[in-house]
């Protein structure tokens, strides 16, 4: 079974700072995602990266996928308040069958 | 903006009983999916739905679980004996193809599903 693992599970982070989740897994695929979900909410998707090597960057949060270390990064530049969320990234292998990270409950602290 | 849409906002059901949760994907997409996700847990997914079957399924979509696309808008998921552990938050999400393998799912509010 396909196992997806992020950390760290939970970080606590001051404004401003800089910080990266990891997300590892278990198997090869070249198709990752990030989402991001509010407290109570839905899930709105942040990144869609299909490729060894791809980066993508949004205000500042920056995804980027090494297919064959099996790991995605999301890198948070100079955090603000807002970000507050918890963050999952998804690998798919068969091209239609999601399989979900652990989670990342971020809280910015100003 | 398009979105997608599900109803009811909340279920409340007894164990045994069935039930059917509905979603209107955007309407030019052509894949579609259920997850759930048990409180404060991670997203699991169900099943995926394309050109009127199953794509795939996964161990929790059991003989009890099924899928429809009853009309050209709607897309149900239903429980046909629920249990207590089917109590979760149940997300429908649907996607168009990107053209190089990969699916931006968007994803409905969710229906939270409690079995007393």
């Known amino acids: 079974e396909l196992k997806v693992e992020q950390n760290p599970l939970f970080l606590s982070m001051q404004e401003g700072k800089n910080y990266t989740i990891y997300c590892n897994y278990s198997t090869t695929s070249d198709r990752l995602y990030w989402y991001r979900q509010d407290p109570g909410k839905s899930l709105e998707s942040l990144f869609v990266?299909?490729?060894?090597?791809a980066v993508k960057q949004e205000g500042r949060l920056m995804a980027s996928l090494d297919t064959k270390a099996r790991l995605s990064t999301l890198h948070i530049t100079a955090a603000v308040h807002d970000l507050s969320a918890t963050y999952f990234c998804a690998v798919d292998i068969t091209g239609n069958q999601f399989y979900f990270g652990t989670g990342t409950s971020l809280t910015v602290i100003p | 903006e398009p979105e997608v849409t599900q109803t009811p906002s909340h279920q409340v059901t007894q164990m045994g009983q069935e039930v059917i949760l509905r979603c209107v994907p955007i309407s030019n997409h052509l894949y579609f999916y259920w997850y759930r996700q048990i409180l404060g847990q991670k997203v699991e997914f169900l099943v995926s739905?394309?050109?009127?079957?199953?794509?795939?399924k996964s161990e929790i979509f059991d003989d009890q679980f099924s899928v429809e696309r009853p009309d050209g808008s709607n897309f149900t998921l239903k429980i046909r004996s629920t249990k207590l552990e089917d109590s979760a938050m149940y997300f429908c999400?649907?996607?168009?193809?990107?053209?190089?393998?990969?699916?931006?799912?968007?994803f409905g509010p969710g229906t939270r599903l409690t079995v007393l």
């Open positions: 739905f394309y050109n009127n079957e199953i794509s795939e």
């Open positions: 990266l299909l490729s060894n090597g």
């Open positions: 999400a649907s996607s168009f193809y990107l053209g190089t393998g990969g699916a931006e799912q968007f």
